[in-house]
C-alpha cells in the first residue's frame, strides 16, 4: 500500500512574518496568537487578504476578501503588508529540511508539498510517527507550523491535512472516508468551487457523502467533465503520483532521532553506515554526485552541532560518504550522549560530468586538518578499488529495489544490534 504525505503550512504568510518578528524581537507579540492578517496597505487600507491568524477567523475574516471588509469586521486588526523575498527564503528552507528525509517530494506551491512516504517506511514505527517527527522538526528547527495528513493518495493526503489546524496530523485511509470525510460540506471537497458548491446544493446535494452517491451521468449532464472528477474525488478516487524533481535538489541528507541515547563511537558509526547507505543510494537515484559533506549531532540536552568538508572528487558510494561521515564526526564529538545524528551532502552535480578519481588525500576537514581515523576506529586503510564500490552499490540497490531493503545488507550491521529508525 502506498502511502503519501500532504505537507501544509499553517497560515504560511503570517507564520512565517511572525517568527521572523519574535526572531528580531523576542518580546514582540505573536501576530498568530491576536486578530491579524497579511495583506494590502495599512494606511490607504486596500488591497485583499493574503493570510489570517486563527483569532482573526473569529471574525468571520476570510482570506481573499478586501482588507477594508476584514476591517469592517475586526477594526482592532493588525495589519501587516506582505514580504515576498522573506516567503521565498522560508520556503526554501522547508524543503531544503524535508529533503533530508527523502527526495520523493512534490512541491506544489510556496508552502505546500506532497512526499512519498513509502520508500521510507521502514525508519518509522508508523506513518503517523513519521508525520510527528517531521512536524515537530520543521516547528523546533524553523520556528513555525505544519499540519501534515496522511493517505494512500495526494487527494486524500490534502483534504487531511485541511483538517483541524494547526500543528497537527491527520490520517484519511480509504476505509476512514465514510466518517470522517463524507459528512462534510461539498464546500469542503478539493476541486469544487464556490459557484459549483453552490450549484450543487440547489440540486439537492450538501455533503460530499451525498455527492459520492450522485449519479455519475447526472453529474455530467450539469456539470460536464468536472461533474465525473467531483464524483471521483467525493469517492476518494485519485490516481495521480508525486512527481518529485530530485535534480533540483541542492542537497541530499538524512537524520535520525535515535530511540534511546548514543554515548558510544561505535554505536555511533553504526548509525552514521545507516544514514550513509540511504544517502548515498538516494544520490544514484537522482544521477547526482556530492562534493560537500556535513555531518550533524544534537546532544541529549538539544544543542546542535554540525561539520562539513570538502571532497575533491564528488562523491556517491556508500563507503566513500561513511568514510567522510566518520571523520566529521570523529573531529566533531565532545562525548556527550547523542539524540540525533543526521549526514548531508551538498554541492551537486550531474553523474555524467567528468570528475577525478577520489583518493584518501583529497578529502579535508573544514576548517580542521585531517583526522587519522583509519588507524584508530576501524576503518579500511586503504580506499577499495572505485569500480568495485560502484559495482557493489548497484548491485545493492537492484537488489532492494527488487525484493526490498530488508532484502540485503551488510555485514557490519549483523555484528551489533540494529540502531532504529
Known amino acids: ?65 478586501p482588507v477594508a471588509t476584514a476591517l469592517r469586521k475586526c477594526p482592532f486588526l493588525t495589519l501587516v503588508p506582505p514580504d515576498h523575498a522573506l ?69 486524500l493526503a490534502k483534504m487531511a491535512s485541511d483538517f483541524e489546524k494547526p500543528d497537527r496530523v491527520h490520517t484519511l485511509y480509504q476505509d476512514e472516508i465514510p466518517v470522517k470525510m463524507w459528512p462534510l460540506s461539498v464546500h469542503e471537497l478539493f476541486m469544487v468551487g464556490r459557484k459549483s458548491a453552490s450549484r450543487l446544493e440547489e440540486l439537492g446535494i450538501h455533503t460530499i457523502g451525498e455527492l459520492a452517491h450522485s449519479d455519475r451521468a447526472f453529474l455530467q449532464t450539469h456539470f ?16 495521480s503520483a508525486v512527481h518529485s524533481d530530485t535534480t533540483k535538489a541542492k542537497c541530499i541528507g538524512n537524520s535520525t532521532t535515535l530511540a534511546s541515547d548514543v554515548s558510544t563511537r561505535s554505536e555511533a558509526f553504526e548509525v552514521l553506515l545507516s544514514l550513509s547507505e540511504e544517502v548515498a543510494a538516494r544520490l544514484r537515484k537522482a544521477g547526482q554526485l556530492a562534493s560537500t559533506v556535513t555531518v550533524e549531532v544534537k546532544y541529549s540536552d538539544f544543542h546542535t552541532a554540525s561539520r562539513q568538508m570538502q571532497t575533491l572528487s564528488p562523491i556517491a558510494t556508500t563507503d566513500a560518504l561513511y568514510d567522510c561521515a566518520c571523520q566529521l564526526f ?3 564529538w565532545n562525548g556527550s550522549p547523542i539524540r540525533l545524528l543526521g549526514v548531508r551532502t551538498s554541492r551537486l552535480q550531474s553523474e555524467h560530468d567528468p570528475i577525478q578519481l577520489l583518493v584518501r588525500s583529497e578529502l579535508s576537514l573544514a576548517n580542521d586538518s585531517p583526522s587519522d581515523v583509519s588507524s584508530s576506529f576501524g576503518l579500511p586503510a586503504k580506499m577499495p578499488d572505485l569500480d568495485k564500490q560502484r559495482s557493489l552499490d548497484a548491485a545493492m540497490d537492484q537488489i532492494r529495489q527488487r525484493f526490498g531493503n530488508d532484502a540485503i545488507m551488510r555485514g557490519s550491521h549483523l555484528a551489533r544490534p540494529c540502531v532504529p529508525h
Open 87 to 155: 516567503y521565498r527564503t522560508r520556503s526554501r528552507e522547508l524543503m531544503t529540511l524535508l529533503h533530508t528525509y527523502t527526495s520523493d517530494i512534490e512541491q506544489v506551491s510556496i508552502d505546500e508539498c506532497y512526499l512519498f512516504y513509502t520508500p521510507i517506511s521502514y525508519r518509522f514505527s508508523s506513518p503517523e510517527a513519521a508525520a510527528r517527527q517531521i512536524a515537530d522538526e520543521v516547528r523546533n528547527t524553523l520556528g513555525f507550523t505544519v499540519n501534515v495528513g496522511i493517505a494512500e493518495n495526494k487527494l
Open 224 to 239: 460536464k467533465s468536472h461533474g465525473i472528477l467531483m464524483w471521483e474525488y467525493a469517492n476518494g478516487i485519485d490516481h
Open 330 to 332: 570523529n573531529a566533531l
Open 1 to 65: 500500500m502506498s502511502i503519501i504525505f500532504h505537507i501544509d503550512v499553517n497560515s504560511a504568510f503570517l507564520s512565517w512574518t511572525a517568527s521572523r518578528r519574535l526572531q528580531e524581537d523576542p518580546a514582540s507579540v505573536d501576530l498568530r496568537t491576536i486578530p491579524s492578517i497579511i495583506g494590502g496597505d495599512e494606511k490607504q487600507r486596500h488591497g485583499v487578504v493574503l493570510a489570517k491568524s486563527i483569532p482573526a477567523k473569529r471574525y468571520g475574516i476570510h482570506t481573499g476578501e
